[in-house]
């Protein structure tokens, strides 16, 4: 079992930034690998970065270039570091890990960009 933890988020005013942090507890040494997913109103949860145990990273389209993702395996944490934000950044941000194939998911942090 993984347990997530978020934490970072808040109202920001478009073009701000935030970081958000995920911290994992448990059985840790079996993360393969972290990410972070987001879920706006009325919308499916997606995809925003995700980061491998050996540093490999990926991120959605809409977030190249303006977020980074960054993660620490002896402290099992994952940050999202979200620059230029924009108001369609609005969402519940949620952390994820990955575990033998199974994904858990953390509570949620919501990130509010105004205009």
């Given amino acids: 079992q993984v347990q997530l ?10 073009g701000g930034s935030l970081r958000l942090s995920c911290a994992a507890s448990g059985n840790t040494f079996s993360i393969n690998h972290m990410g972070w997913y987001r879920q706006a ?6 995809l925003v970065a995700d980061i491998t145990r050996t540093g490999r990273t990926m991120y959605a389209d809409a977030v190249k270039g303006r977020f980074t993702i960054s ?3 002896v402290r099992s ?12 950044d609005t ?9 033998y194939g199974t994904d ?8 509010t960009v105004s205009s």
Avoid: F, I
Wanted: aromatic residues 6%.
């Fill in 91 to 99: 969402a519940v941000y949620y952390c994820n890990a990955d575990s």
């Fill in 5 to 14: 933890e978020e934490s970072g988020g808040a109202s920001v005013q478009a």
């Fill in 104 to 111: 858990y998911l953390g509570k949620g942090t919501l990130v």
């Fill in 71 to 73: 993660g620490d395996n």
């Fill in 41 to 46: 109103p009325g919308k499916r949860r997606e």
């Fill in 77 to 88: 944490t994952v940050t999202l570091q979200m620059n230029s934000l924009k108001p369609e």
